[in-house]
Every structure is written in structure tokens, then in C-alpha cells.
Nanobody, 127 residues
Framework: QVQLVESGGGLVQAGGSLKLSCAAS????????IGWFRQAPGKEREGVSS????????YYSASVQGRFTISRDDAKNTVYLQMNNLRPEDTALYYC????????????????????WGPGTQVTVSS
């Protein structure tokens, strides 16, 4: 079965850190760009960060630039999102999905068209 599975979420105090994982099963991740998305209660899903298939290009939304770092380990078939200096407004359900590129436009395409979202992983930041 082809799927992406998110993990690593949890409850953390403001200023703390978490590292999310997006593990692929049933296919090799090294041919795909991967993006992280999040959806807070009562809000629309938004793009957070993405990395190109070769790891050479990355994208960060303005709200996480400088605090989050995306990386990939194709040997482990996994993409990571290191989140530092977390804020209460980062509280959301975080998802990963394949993206056509590490750009803001590619994130919008996925938000509009992707329909195979996984269960996500919950990140809760307390103040």
C-alpha cells in the first residue's frame, strides 16, 4: 500500500522544539518533492514547508521561516520537519504530501487538488 505516514507530534511549551517525520511506505521517496502542511482548528489547511526531490531546494512560509527546517533522508525513506522556538499559533494537525516542487505555487496546487491526506500528527504548543 502506497502511503505517507506522519509522526512526531506532541504537546510542548512555547519556545520548545519538536521533530516531525513523514515516512513513505510502498514507494521510494527519492523521486518526490515533499511538503508539510498544517490545519489549525477552524482554519483552512495551509502550506508550511517543502523540499525538492533532490534536496537542493526548500520553501518555507513566512510564518515559520527561520524557526523550522525541512530535511530528507532517502536511505530511510523519510522527510523531517525540525520545529524550533514553537509558538501557540503553531498548534495544528500537521500533514505531509508529495509536491511538484519546493515553491509556494506548488503548495497551492496540492492544497487545491490533493485528496489523499493521511491522519496527520497533532502539534500542540502551550503558552
Amino acid at each position: 500500500q502506497v502511503q505517507l505516514v506522519e509522526s512526531g507530534g506532541g504537546l510542548v511549551q512555547a519556545g520548545g522544539s519538536l521533530k516531525l517525520s513523514c515516512a513513505a511506505s510502498g514507494f521510494a521517496l527519492d523521486h518526490y518533492g515533499i511538503g508539510w502542511f498544517r490545519q489549525a482548528p477552524g482554519k483552512e489547511r495551509e502550506g508550511v514547508s517543502s523540499i525538492s526531490y533532490n534536496g537542493l531546494f526548500t520553501y518555507y512560509s513566512a510564518s515559520v521561516q527561520g524557526r523550522f527546517t525541512i530535511s530528507r533522508d532517502d536511505a530511510k525513506n523519510t522527510v523531517y520537519l525540525q520545529m524550533n522556538n514553537l509558538r501557540p499559533e503553531d498548534t495544528a494537525l500537521y500533514y505531509c504530501a508529495p509536491v511538484p516542487g519546493a515553491t509556494a505555487q506548488a503548495m497551492v496546487v496540492i492544497l487545491d487538488e490533493y485528496d489523499q491526506w493521511g491522519p496527520g500528527t497533532q502539534v500542540t504548543v502551550s503558552s
